[in-house]
């Protein structure tokens, strides 16, 4: 049980925030709201709920936690709107925030529930680090789900929380995990997922404790963002982030992901992908010549690189979509004998450890020669 600690005065605002955004939670919300009463931290608190259109019992169990909670000096404030629909996860953090005062925000989903560490130590992390972001480590629950998800997410080293923030997976200090001052959260803007923080300077840092229980189901607020959401907002980031800084580079993958990604860059990007060179045009068109020659000479940039002998041995990748005359011809190449930097569109932990041996046979260093997009 949370330690009783004196609330904040008249005019003095706590020191952390709790951010709970909820929508039809009944079924989690006496475990959520329990986790936050067991908080060790000894500092001023205050839980923000905003009720995003709940339709079940979530407001009958928070006002029944109210009376606990503020009788152990944790201070309650409650909004939200009653429309038809929810407005979203992100609009009500948004307004969560809004209506709260602490000069730190410790952001839980009305799904999970917190052990009684976190508040306490993501705050003393925050202290130190006021322009990061801080997560945790997490136990998935039901135990099981997600099992490379949830290893990706506890066992990234301090610098792949920089390298791989291009990655299928999302951020690498997941969002149900958030913790940072308020200052700095006014400072970059409104919650969203295109990754502001980052592109405004600031830093991402784990506390190597496991501090969250983390949900899997359906009704998920993970699952409410389109994955065309979030591979546009990888792609532009990849390309604002990393790509400016290399003359050219390779995808590592001729297959579905890594076209995929060719096709969605733009075309000065796709520049540097490093088509073959274009082949001189007949005068007349030849009836059953292919729409896209193959190169007549090794190409001096590559572009694709895989271990697919078959894609290998066409040779090349016309993109038929492009605007671009003549159509881009991106040559496919073992990735032996392709040139760093990759970008690599081939997902971890799921071919028996077979593409991360290749991987570490070139003596690469993550960040400068390769980033992980899958």
Same mark, same amino acid.
């Given at each position: 049980?949370?330690?009783?600690? =004196?609330?904040?005065?008249?005019?003095?605002?706590?020191?952390?925030?709790?951010?709970?955004?909820?929508? =039809?939670?009944?079924?989690?919300?006496?475990?959520?709201?329990?986790?936050?009463?067991?908080?060790?931290?000894?500092?001023? !608190?205050?839980?923000?709920?905003?009720?995003?259109?709940?339709?079940?019992?979530?407001?009958?169990?928070?006002?029944?936690?109210?009376?606990?909670?503020?009788?152990?000096?944790?201070?309650?404030?409650?909004?939200?709107?009653?429309?038809?629909?929810?407005?979203?996860?992100?609009?009500?953090?948004?307004?969560?925030?809004?209506?709260?005062?602490?000069?730190?925000?410790?952001?839980?989903?009305?799904?999970?529930? !917190? !052990?009684?560490?976190?508040?306490?130590?993501?705050?003393?992390?925050?202290?130190?680090?006021?322009?990061?972001?801080?997560?945790?480590?997490?136990?998935?629950?039901?135990?099981?789900?997600?099992?490379?998800?949830?290893?990706?997410?506890?066992?990234?080293?301090?610098?792949?929380?920089?390298?791989?923030?291009?990655?299928?997976?999302?951020?690498?200090?997941?969002?149900?995990?958030?913790?940072?001052?308020?200052?700095?959260?006014?400072?970059?803007?409104?919650?969203? #997922?295109?990754?502001?923080?980052?592109?405004?300077?600031?830093?991402?840092?784990?506390?190597?404790?496991?501090?969250?229980?983390?949900?899997?189901?359906?009704?998920?607020?993970?699952?409410?963002?389109?994955?065309?959401?979030?591979?546009?907002?990888?792609?532009?980031?990849?390309?604002?982030?990393?790509?400016?800084?290399?003359?050219?580079?390779?995808?590592?993958?001729?297959?579905?992901?890594?076209?995929?990604?060719?096709?969605? $860059?733009?075309?000065?990007?796709?520049?540097?992908?490093?088509?073959?060179?274009? $082949?001189?045009?007949?005068?007349?068109?030849?009836?059953?010549?292919?729409?896209?020659?193959?190169?007549?000479?090794?190409?001096?940039?590559?572009?694709?690189?895989?271990?697919? #002998? =078959?894609?290998?041995?066409?040779?090349?990748?016309?993109? #038929?979509?492009?605007?671009?005359?003549?159509?881009?011809?991106?040559?496919?190449?073992?990735?032996?004998?392709?040139?760093?930097?990759?970008?690599?569109?081939?997902?971890?932990?799921?071919?028996?450890?077979?593409?991360?041996? =290749?991987?570490?046979?070139?003596?690469?260093?993550?960040?400068?020669?390769?980033?992980?997009?899958?």
């Amino acid at each position: 049980m949370r330690r009783l600690g =004196n609330p904040a005065g008249p005019g003095q605002p706590p020191l952390v925030s709790v951010i709970l955004p909820v929508h =039809n939670a009944d079924l989690w919300l006496d475990e959520c709201l329990e986790s936050v009463l067991r908080q060790d931290f000894e500092g001023t !608190m205050e839980l923000s709920v905003f009720n995003d259109a709940s339709k079940d019992k979530s407001m009958t169990i928070i006002e029944k936690w109210r009376p606990k909670l503020e009788g152990s000096g944790i201070l309650v404030v409650v909004g939200g709107h009653d429309s038809p629909s929810p407005r979203g996860v992100g609009y009500s953090k948004n307004q969560a925030i809004a209506q709260s005062s602490g000069a730190y925000l410790c952001f839980l989903d009305s799904d999970d529930a !917190m !052990m009684p560490g976190r508040v306490r130590l993501q705050y003393e992390a925050a202290v130190q680090h006021p322009t990061s972001i801080i997560g945790c480590r997490v136990r998935r629950d039901p135990p099981g789900s997600t099992e490379r998800y949830t290893r990706w997410i506890n066992q990234l080293a301090p610098p792949q929380l920089l390298t791989q923030v291009f990655t299928a997976h999302g951020p690498t200090v997941i969002m149900p995990t958030w913790f940072c001052s308020r200052a700095w959260f006014s400072h970059v803007g409104p919650f969203d #997922e295109g990754g502001q923080h980052l592109r405004k300077g600031g830093g991402l840092l784990r506390v190597d404790q496991t501090l969250l229980l983390y949900r899997y189901h359906p009704r998920a607020a993970t699952h409410s963002v389109l994955e065309t959401t979030i591979w546009t907002h990888r792609v532009r980031f990849l390309e604002e982030r990393a790509l400016p800084s290399w003359t050219s580079f390779t995808i590592w993958n001729a297959g579905r992901q890594g076209r995929r990604l060719y096709r969605s $860059l733009t075309a000065a990007s796709r520049q540097k992908v490093g088509p073959a060179p274009a $082949l001189p045009r007949p005068s007349l068109p030849r009836p059953h010549s292919p729409p896209c020659p193959a190169p007549s000479a090794p190409p001096q940039v590559v572009a694709f690189c895989d271990v697919d #002998e =078959n894609k290998i041995r066409k040779g090349f990748y016309c993109y #038929e979509g492009a605007q671009e005359r003549p159509k881009p011809r991106v040559p496919v190449l073992h990735f032996r004998a392709a040139r760093p930097p990759f970008v690599l569109c081939v997902k971890l932990d799921l071919t028996g450890g077979e593409f991360e041996d =290749n991987l570490r046979s070139l003596h690469l260093q993550e960040g400068r020669d390769f980033l992980h997009f899958s």
